[in-house]
């Protein structure tokens, strides 16, 4: 139980700091909007062939957000050594992981749902009917993608080059989420509108696997 | 060291021996002619690497688990022999493609899932050079090496099932289904061999990494004084 | 025997790969002995 | 300052080493302070001081060797934990004062977290400042709220790493008063120090480092001044 609790008053103070400044939420959210800009003079976004392309264009932009945002993610916590005042005080280590993810994946869902109307305009994508299945969907990927990329931030935050690196070790990490929540996206925003539930257990497979890990390995990550 | 040696010229006789069976013992495939008998050595080497990196992931476990540096130094060797295995397949594969489907690469799951791979343990080797103190680059690498490897199965998975909407070109069914009962000896040779080679691959790197450390540790003192 | 340069092409193109990777692991070590000669060297005289 | 919660406890090192690659930081470090002791470890940048002080806070896991706390519960709680004053702050610039000490008391489970943050705060005098983020605060103010962290939970033990650094004299003089009363309620303390001064009065003991090892452990007075003067130069 103390590990709910603790998780609860670390979450508290992660989303009091970014609601604080909104720093990680707005850099990341046009972020998401240029690439999205960018995008449509890549394609052309008018055509049939756009409308299956930008479900994975939206997840890729999201994938590379995401390793922007994670980059302070540990880092912010070296600057006055908080992580191990974090861990002398916390029962469970596992607890600073649940809550960084918790945030992250909030602030991830945040700033997709604010980029949602955007994209659907540029892309002359109706999306509103189909909302609830596809928050699920940004909920299930936005998850998978947190728990990887706080674990890996953990790790990049203690090496040279992090910025580089960061982006190098989580994406390849990450390609069953872009190949699954890509494909689940297009299917549902397709013209004959499928839900893929295959897909949707999948992502959340995913997710219960990287939590398992982190659960299991998340303490040495922390070691010093 | 007379040990390494005699591993290395068994290694090199098997693999010549796989080769003379692939070509001259195994029949000639129907469909593919003489095309098929890169088969043997392809996916031979994608077995083989699979296998170096099967160790590797049992290495970082040991490390995170003992904290001795042996399983950082086995970690390291099998990667980088995994990695040059998969290299191997990722060169062989688009040689067999081209004649066979007239174009070099294809999004086929196999293949892809093996590019992927390739990626990850390349960052996992990156990762290595940018962590100047041992302990906490093998610690942490070998963490990434877990999480790289429990991904691999998933990565085969998504590809497989999303990626592949119509069926991929059938080259072969894997051993068992159909294959020639020849093939499958010849086959089965051919990754024996494979094996074996990449066991006197990382026998060597292995030696190296241990002397690198024990370098490492005397440059250390020495700069220390 | 049509396609036969691409099957030479492959077990070629694999062993040389093979082949380089053993090399650069005999010149690392060779580069290694190199570095522990000099140390040794270094060593007393620093001590 | 702190009334003791949890019986005292003493430190003991038994055979510690810490090595980072081929380095020793610490080469066998083997000795006990006993409860309510007041231990200050001297020796130059580099002899192994913060490392020493950050094994004993269990925030380094020695390579080889025993940490125990004798006089602690069998099972150690979490609050049991000693306090810890780094190098560093150890709170979060972008919290206020009392954010922060909310913060470490509610996570060790400190029983009223907000009446115990208030209590610090004005022990430490930074009651007026409690609403402001800490990223403003002076040098002098954030090894204050840093001091008021490492006491949150009213640890029996203290490790206070150069704890004068960015104090002014009248800081100092508090810190002293301050440490004098928590040494006197039983708490054990241990910390690295510069040179003499009014805070260097209270220990009762000293220890000496160089290379990773103790070269010197005296609980006489003239030697103690010998250490403090010339062994931390």
Not at chain 2, 49 to 56: E, S
Request: hydrophobic letters at 50%.
């Amino acid at each position: 139980m103390s590990l709910l609790s603790n998780t609860a008053i670390l979450l508290d103070k992660e989303l009091r700091t970014e609601f604080r400044s909104r720093e990680l939420l707005t850099t990341t959210a046009v972020f998401i909007l240029i690439v999205l800009v960018l995008f449509s003079f890549a394609i052309n976004p008018g055509t049939e062939e756009a409308r299956q392309f930008a479900p994975g264009l939206l997840w890729l932009a999201i994938l590379f957000a995401s390793s922007l945002m994670f980059q302070s993610c540990f880092l912010r916590e070296q600057t006055n050594d908080t992580l191990s005042s974090l861990r002398l005080a916390v029962s469970d280590p596992f607890a600073i992981f649940l809550a960084k993810l918790i945030a992250n994946t909030l602030f991830l869902l945040l700033t997709e749902l604010m980029m949602l109307p955007f994209f659907a305009i540029f892309y002359n994508i109706p999306l509103w009917s189909k909302l609830p299945v596809l928050i699920l969907v940004l909920f299930v990927g936005s998850l998978g993608i947190s728990i990887a990329g706080t674990a890996i931030s953990a790790i990049s935050a203690q090496a040279r080059m992090r910025e580089l690196l960061l982006p190098l070790l989580l994406l390849p990490l990450l390609t069953p989420v872009l190949v699954v929540s890509s494909l689940v996206t297009a299917s549902l925003l397709d013209r004959e509108p499928i839900v893929q539930w295959k897909g949707i257990g999948f992502l959340a497979v995913f997710d219960l696997i990287f939590l398992t890990a982190l659960w299991l390995f998340g303490e040495y990550l922390l070691e010093e | 060291m007379g040990k390494r040696i005699v591993l290395g010229a068994v290694a090199i006789l098997l693999v010549i021996a796989a080769a003379y069976a692939s070509f001259y013992v195994a029949p000639e495939e129907r469909t593919m002619g003489v095309l098929q008998r890169i088969f043997y050595f392809h996916v031979a080497s994608a077995w083989a690497g699979m296998d170096a990196f099967l160790l590797c992931f049992i290495a970082n476990l040991l490390y995170v688990w003992k904290r001795d540096q042996k399983y950082d130094w086995l970690g390291v060797s099998s990667a980088e022999v995994g990695l040059v295995l998969t290299t191997v397949v990722l060169i062989t594969g688009p040689i067999w493609a081209k004649p066979a489907w007239g174009i070099y690469w294809t999004w086929d799951a196999r293949l892809t899932s093996t590019f992927v791979l390739w990626l990850l343990y390349v960052s996992y080797l990156l990762l290595r050079t940018l962590i100047e103190e041992p302990e906490r680059r093998a610690l942490l690498s070998a963490l990434f090496g877990i999480f790289a490897f429990i991904d691999v199965p998933l990565v085969f998975f998504s590809i497989r099932w999303w990626r592949t909407q119509h069926p991929a070109p059938v080259i072969m069914g894997g051993p068992g289904s159909g294959l020639d009962p020849t093939m499958n000896k010849v086959f089965l040779f051919s990754v024996l061999a494979m094996h074996v080679l990449a066991a006197f691959l990382i026998v060597e790197r292995y030696m190296l990494e241990k002397m690198r450390s024990e370098v490492d540790t005397l440059r250390r003192e020495a700069e220390a004084q | 025997m049509k396609n036969l340069n691409s099957v030479f092409e492959a077990y070629l193109i694999g062993w040389g790969v093979f082949f380089l990777f053993y090399v650069s692991i005999a010149k690392r070590t060779s580069d290694l002995r190199a570095e522990v000669e000099r140390l040794k060297n270094a060593l007393p005289r620093g001590k | 300052m702190t009334a003791l919660r949890i019986p005292p406890t003493g430190l003991r090192f038994e055979n510690i080493d810490k090595r980072y690659g081929g380095l020793f930081a610490l080469r066998r470090i083997s000795f006990e302070i006993a409860p309510g002791e007041c231990v200050v470890l001297a020796g130059r940048n580099g002899s192994g001081k913060t490392t020493l002080l950050r094994v004993a806070a269990q925030i380094v896991k020695p390579t080889a060797g025993k940490l125990s706390f004798p006089g602690a519960d069998a099972a150690l709680p979490a609050n049991g934990r000693p306090g810890y004053v780094a190098h560093t702050t150890m709170v979060y610039d972008e919290l206020t004062a009392e954010e922060n000490l909310l913060l470490f008391g509610k996570l060790q489970n400190v029983e009223n977290p907000a009446a115990r943050a208030e209590e610090l705060l004005r022990e430490v005098g930074l009651m007026e400042r409690r609403d402001s983020l800490v990223r403003t605060f002076s040098r002098g103010m954030r090894q204050r709220i840093a001091i008021a962290r490492a006491l949150i939970h009213r640890p029996s033990v203290l490790l206070f790493d150069e704890p004068a650094t960015g104090l002014d004299p009248p800081g100092i003089t508090w810190l002293a008063n301050s440490l004098r009363e928590v040494n006197r309620a039983g708490c054990t303390v241990v910390m690295s120090l510069h040179g003499e001064s009014e805070i260097s009065a209270l220990a009762t003991r000293a220890v000496q480092l160089d290379a990773g090892r103790v070269i010197a452990d005296t609980q006489s007075g003239a030697s103690l001044h010998s250490i403090l003067t010339f062994g931390s130069a």
